[in-house]
């Protein structure tokens, strides 16, 4: 167990020793001196100062009832209280953990998300045991390195975003919160829609409104995400774009078409009013992959339309929210050196000529790497860079298809490069299965802390911590599992895999048996109710699909038929598009 900053540590047995109704706990020698040796029968959860967010109180409760019988009543006459309290001093959306008296906790933060990340420290630093609850032991001042720790929810495809149950996601999103999230951002992607009338449209903005509001009752900022030319389903055929060689949908409009820029306002500004009930603290613009234009008067789009939309876009914006920020996306810029050549050139020399008309700057890669571009400069206007890391897709498609894809290796090496340059940024993220890659990604945000010292924090709490050393090393193998063939992408989309042979590459010499014997020894250990949770589940289900179609040389059998069908039912998958269900011989 790790500590942000070093700091005495308290020994809360001596604390409350007089006055806590507790079992004198006996340890395993193997448990580390961090661990929690107070077991608590009874807890109360109150609130101290405006600012901690109304529900954090349910939250926590909830979060410790699910995981052992203390009971969590609220009331004054529990033997151990737990206060959860508001504190500016403590600067930096930063928390402090501190004994108050013999048997009372107090989470202080600087805001609604310094006292839910405290919360959530302090939630994982807990034990619990069928005998009870054992509090988390920490104590001391944590503030975050990185300002912006976002998390970015595609809701497309009928992906879990777009289809799983609303109460599902938005616990989901308190979970992210209590890791140390503070943004969460959203697209409202047009091209799915025939304007904002639509049926569906307003169903999506519900949903999306929805997840919002469920984030800023966490305490955490809301961000919407549009393209610089994005367009509905049944756009103006002849205000279209020219998509020759883009990744797009074929609806976008044209930039350099007064009419087009006219219609393109006018539908943000009715997608801004939209949102207004959770006012969005940020927008982000995109340039491509979806979107843009390569006709003459619009390319390079990077460099040249995109930033005659993006200038445009911003004061309808900020008419909707005055004190809201912009971010500046350059995802794909320079690209292909065909169709995107000149996008950053164009930028540095528009900034030459004005101020920017945004806050901050977003960039990424599809291979992870900073881009060529801010390999060799400084951010364009010196501007905050804010990172886009790629934590659903790498390597294994359909996205989630497989289970779990937890890559602390990859994301380490990524985070070294990226870490020293950006102020923050949001992950992409298609659905749950990239869980650990979520944790691990809040606390390179947080304090930049090894990917293996979060998992061994992440497996003791939401699965055991008799769990770690098997569940961190069959980790380890399923990630080289899937980098023994280099550049090989496991692609399977389903349907008759005998034609042609699936591409799943498979390599006889790997760790899938081991990896799916790691964690069968790990669930051994698990109480039931962790055996069953998707937690769990996504990560068994990838070493018994992976060990599967290792066993039969790569080719999908009748035994790997319910654990793919397991995974759809956890995901919510049942609708969803080839890219993100995860595969099954028949698709049907
Ligand atoms: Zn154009």
Redesign the pocket.
Known sequence: MSTLLSVPRVSLRRAVALTIAVAACCLPAAVTAATPDVVVTAVAISRDGDRVPELLETIVARRIADRCPAKVDGSGSSAFTLILADDPTIGGEGYRIEDVGPGRVRIAGDGPSGVTAGAGRFLRDSRYGPDGFRPGRWRGTSRPSKPFRGMYFASHFHNYYHDAPIPEIERYVEDLALWGFNTLTVWFDMHHFNGMADPRAQEMVNRLCGLLGAAKRVGMRTSLSILG?EAYADSPRELR??VTGLWAFGVE?????PA?VERMLGWFDEEFAAFAAVKPDYLTIGPYDQGG???????P?GGN?FLKMSRAIAPVFRRHSPDGKIILATWLFDFDRHVHKGDWDGLVRALDKEPPWFDMILAGTHNGRLSDYLQKHPVPGGLPLIGFPEISMRGMTPWGGFGANPEPAHLQGVWKEWGPRVVGGFPYSEGIYEDINKAIVSQFYWSDRPAEETIREYVAYEYAPSAVEPVLEAIRLLEAIRLLEANQERSWKGGDFTLPRTSLVMSKDHGAARARKLLEEAEAGLPAAVRSSWRWRVLMLRGLIDDALFAADGVPTAATDPLFAELIRLHHAENAEPDVRPPTRNPQ
Do not use: I, M, Q
């Open positions: 030319n774009a020219d409009l044209c930039a350099s078409k087009a234009c390569v006709c003459e008067g619009c390319r789009w339309g």
